[in-house]
């Protein structure tokens, strides 16, 4: 980026996390993410500047493990986990367009958009650059966005962007987070296995 100096040996862990979900217009159970290609979500990266490295799935869900984070997709839900200097935000209408052109007719029935403080911004894309600038982009997008920061501005904080007055949500929109480190794989396996039916 012009005029700004790199350190090369800084990376930006922050995660940028952005979730959106999508309804048929037509109310088609067929309606579905997950008949989205893998070509067409590699050249969606390209614009975030990250690629795919490896793919799971299984009945309810597509996993992908990405070279800067994941990315998650199910029936109506996507959802994108990225740091370091990706460009998140930019990826937001060829999504749009994305969904139109291989999933037919549907509407945005909900966004969320989230990260902690960066610790160096100015080293980020200026779409990213400030929070505010991050909020201009998706007012240009949804008309009904709610931006929050929580906790102390001049220390450490977060940021949020969501859909104010969404009408009655029918699908379950939360997601839950499992951080496990330093163990052994199968015992984080049972843990998950055990939780996972527990929902």
Known sequence: ?????????????TEKLLEVWFESTKGDDSFDLRNIGRLDWEHLLRIVRCEIISKSSSDDMDAYVLSESSMFITQKRFILKTCGRTTLLLAM???????????????????????????????????HRTFEDEVHHLDQLFKNGAAYTLGKINKDCWHLYMLEDVPGVKDPDQTIEISLKNGHFNKHMFYITCFISKI
């Open 1 to 13: 980026m012009a005029g700004v100096q790199s350190d090369p040996h800084f990376f930006e862990g």
């Open 93 to 127: 209408e060829p999504l749009i367009r994305l969904v139109t052109e291989k999933c037919g007719d549907h509407k945005v029935v909900d966004v969320f958009y989230s990260r902690k403080k960066f610790a160096k911004p100015e080293q980020q894309h200026k779409i």
